[in-house]
């Protein structure tokens, strides 16, 4: 886990398809290459949980239970 130095937060929600997701990989990688120090999380649907939280550029992974999958 990434220290946070600066108490920079930042939420992330992406909701979508599969190919949705994919497609923001490298958003995902340079805000988080932009951001070193900030604590980002992600909100996604649950279907998408374990998938994201795979992903290196995440503090925290969050389920939106009103995301239908």
Known sequence: MLQNTDNRRILVIKHGALGDIV???DAFA???AGNPQARIALM???GFLSLAKMMPWFDEVIADPRAGY
């Open 23 to 25: 497609q923001a990989l």
């Open 30 to 32: 340079s805000l988080r």
């Open 44 to 46: 996604t649907s649950p």
